[in-house]
């Protein structure tokens, strides 16, 4: 999914993938207002650090999910035979990485 103007958005999946390669990407005009509702959530979900709009009716939306975007969290877990890691995106605050140094880049 990527909007490209506020009326037009490029949207694909797996399925469509065969089928763009046999016949040309078809496209359709979306009466579906529950489907553009989700979309304009997802885009500010997924949103990192900027959107750009020429309008500011979009702005509740934005800070709702302002402070929050996919992030990594992993968990450790000793098992019978060792060590387990496990990983997941979920929704949480991006932490600013911190800077390399040489001394951590030896570690």
Known sequence: MFPITPRFMLWG???????????ATPYREVL??????????LAARFANRMIFSNESR?????????GT?????IAHATTGRGRAIFAQHVFGKREPRPKWTKRAQRA
């Open 69 to 73: 975007s996919p992030v990594v969290s």
């Open 58 to 66: 979009h702005q509740p939306l934005v800070r709702k999910y302002a």
């Open 13 to 23: 999946h797996t399925v469509l993938k065969l089928r763009s390669i046999l016949h």
């Open 32 to 41: 579906d207002r529950e489907f553009v509702r989700r979309a304009n959530v």
